[in-house]
């Protein structure tokens, strides 16, 4: 459609939106730029190229396959963009076809630059003489005990195939002649690359490696002693990872949730890779046999699987890495002799992790979990991980006679095994433990510390963009706000009524909280922006969020601009609206910024006539966090705080010209031009050097 009609178009026009699958392989698309930059360390490029085929491997489990659920039972509703299901799964499967292609050219580029850097993969057949008999003997003595080989016959049906497994399909032929077809399950407890012997080419030390599925096909004659192995090819199954759960008829849902991640390994098949050397006959046995549709059988040069390759990181080459860095300690915290309820009683303080170190989060815990004059810890935990320090702090607190109550979301995608293991673990200590909400994830990130001083009750509160993971608060951007106010003190208060009781509360003093007042707050401070821009051309919003898809968000933003309010936003990944539109959205301006760690913050500021106004939240502008999750902005009320994050971690990421990329309308994205004499910016980089913490351990 010309910019002209659009222009004069209605806000629901399907020509005003992006569809959000497209939206998210775009993002995609740009981690895989990072692996292509040769101004990143070369093995930093090589775990970007991982993560796309991770992130590629979790978008089949989950969108594809509800999309496919989609087509399946018939839903003719249409997308924003206009687009019926079968529609969108059409030009899903031919972007993400590309996306593969493109990350496999990536690995050709890479793996001669590893070369050059003393790490190579070489193929079983390039092996020396030695090599190859140190790695045939890893699999006489370590892999040939794990394999089980599945003979397919009338007596032995096809074997069910896991998801995310990597297979051998083979073809058998026996004494007399005849050909069947057996499979081989590569073991995924196993490392993917098997290293050989270092060796020196006379100036530095080169590490060779070779791909496990190649050493297993070499040795396939000792599964099937008398037989000849004719052919064999890789393959791999992705499925269905949706775990369905019907809360309302669910007696127990822990127990519920147990049985559907069970379930998930059985879960429909979605995608089939293979090797392009693999016959039709060899397919069609696969098709049958998976039930597959034959759209869903994707053809790439191996390896397949390529989220494998990130095992290169690991390497102890400093050298071709980000160089280390030790997260400060914020200033308030700095002080030994003052404790951390003493110095959050002084003033809000504010964490902006990794740079800030995730210990204080800790030791705010640990202080209330030792602490006498503490009676109660309650917390929300979504993704905590395996080893989670934050969890034995309130299984110590359990232990010292605390009040801890804690809401443990099973449902958190690809955690729920980790959190039911925690849950059952908080509970043998008497831990209060709630699984949520029926209908509603609880997606908000905060703790509650009440404590006794003196004649009153203090309520200590850490509220944060992010999950309570010691680990990805390293690898991840995030912001947390330590304050005893009050007002904010009460409201989570309510907040953990409302999760572990019964509460029909409508209004909270300072929070926003999804799904009952979020929304309609976000608009009322959205329109307000409107009001100041009629009354004297001062509307200004920033927002910083991870995805930007619900329809009338976007339709609002779009009224915003309308009415010339200016609208920054940095959207990580999915972006469904479209910028500079004459007349519709020319006010916008998007950018989206993909860097060392993982952009993960939300942050929405609003100029509000001079009086600013800023909340932090783990919301996105996305239906499921704004109507079916529990979720909370919390507001920063601190004039330094605020001045801090609008002019030293906002306007730093609106000047970033290295790591960001600038949407068009068109809904493509190109690094900005920087102009001559322009200083470069890498927001993430600059993050770190302002604290001066480059180089440490």
């Known amino acids: 459609m010309p910019e002209a009609m659009l222009a004069a178009a209605d806000l629901g026009d399907p020509a005003l939106f992006i569809d959000r699958e497209l939206s998210l392989l775009d993002f995609f698309r740009r981690v895989l730029e990072e692996a292509e930059n040769p101004a990143n360390p070369l093995l930093e490029r090589v775990r970007f190229l ?134 081989v399950k590569l073991p995924g407890t196993l490392p993917r690359l098997l290293q050989v012997h270092p060796q020196s080419d ?68 979605v995608r089939v890779t293979v090797d392009p050397n693999m016959p039709e006959s060899i397919r069609d046995i696969l098709v049958e046999n998976l039930e597959v549709d034959t ?7 191996p390896p397949l699987g390529m989220s494998d390759i990130a095992q290169l990181h690991d390497l102890e080459r400093p050298d071709l890495k980000y160089p280390p860095f030790l997260p400060a300690t914020p200033p308030p915290l700095q002080d030994p002799d003052m404790s951390i309820f003493a110095a959050i009683r002084r003033e809000d303080i504010l964490l902006h992790h990794p740079y800030d170190s995730f210990t204080p989060v800790v030791n705010f815990l640990d202080a209330a979990a030792r602490d006498p004059a503490v009676l109660a810890i309650k917390q929300t935990l979504y993704r905590v991980g395996r080893n989670s320090p934050v969890v034995e702090t309130l299984l110590e607190a359990a232990r010292n006679g605390k009040q801890v109550a804690v809401l443990v979301e099973l449902k958190a995608r690809f955690d729920e095994e980790s959190n039911i293991e925690w849950a059952r673990a908080l509970e043998r200590e008497g831990v209060h433990v709630v699984y949520g909400l029926l209908g509603l994830k609880t997606h908000s990130k905060i703790a509650l510390v009440v404590r006794q001083e003196g004649e009153r009750i203090r309520r200590y509160v850490h509220l944060s963009t992010g999950n309570y993971n010691s680990v990805t608060a390293q690898q991840y951007t995030d912001l947390g706000l330590f304050t005893c106010d009050d007002a904010i003190g009460a409201d989570a208060s309510d907040v953990f009524n409302y999760l572990t009781g019964y509460s029909d509360k409508r209004e909270y003093r300072r929070f926003l909280v999804a799904p009952i007042n979020l929304r309609s707050g976000l608009e009322g401070l959205i329109r307000r922006e409107m009001q100041h821009q009629a009354g004297g051309g001062t509307g200004h919003m920033i927002f910083k969020i991870n995805a930007l898809v619900d329809k009338p968000m976007i339709q609002l933003l779009y009224e915003a601009s309308r009415a010339g309010v200016r609208i920054d936003l940095i959207v990580r990944g999915m972006c469904c609206l479209r910028p500079g539109i004459p007349g519709v959205s020319d006010t916008i301006h998007v950018t989206s910024i993909v860097g060392r760690f993982l952009e993960h913050s939300r942050v929405f500021w609003f100029r509000n006539g001079g009086q600013e106004e800023v909340y932090l939240g783990s919301a996105d502008l996305m239906m499921r966090n704004l109507d079916r999750r529990v979720e909370i902005l919390f507001p920063v009320s601190n004039p330094r705080l605020i001045r801090h994050l609008r002019d030293d971690v906002l306007a730093t990421y609106l000047a970033d010209n290295t790591k960001a990329r600038v949407m068009a309308s068109d809904g493509t994205y190109t690094r900005p031009e920087r102009r001559d004499g322009e200083e470069q910016v890498d927001s993430q980089a600059e993050f770190i050097r302002r604290r001066g913490i480059q180089g440490g351990a």
């Open 50 to 183: 991982s993560i796309v085929s991770s992130n590629l491997a979790e978008f089949f489990m989950v969108r594809v396959s509800g999309l496919k659920q989609q087509v399946e039972a018939g839903v003719s509703e249409q997308s924003p963009t206009g687009l019926l299901p079968s529609g969108q799964l059409q030009a899903v499967r031919s972007a993400a076809q590309e996306l593969m292609l493109q990350a496999r050219s990536c690995l050709r580029k890479l793996l001669p630059l590893l070369e050059g850097a003393g790490v190579r993969i070489l193929a079983y057949e390039a092996l020396s003489d030695a090599e190859r008999a140190y790695v045939d003997h890893y699999f006489q003595e370590v892999v040939f005990p794990v394999l089980t080989p599945l003979a397919v016959d009338p007596g032995r049906p096809f074997p069910h195939i896991s998801n995310m497994s990597l297979n051998l399909a083979l073809v058998i032929r026996d004494s007399a002649g005849q050909e069947r077809f057996a499979r």
């Open 295 to 301: 759209r869903d059988i994707y053809t790439l040069e």
């Open 202 to 269: 006379g100036k530095q030390q080169v590490i060779n490696f070779v791909w496990l599925d190649q050493v297993v096909s070499a040795n396939l004659g000792s599964l099937f002693p008398g037989m000849k192995v004719v052919q064999s090819y890789p393959f791999r199954v992705t499925r269905d990872a949706e775990v369905s759960i019907q809360e309302l008829e669910a007696e127990d849902l822990l127990e519920t949730i147990e049985r559907g991640v069970r379930q998930r390994r059985f879960g429909r098949v």
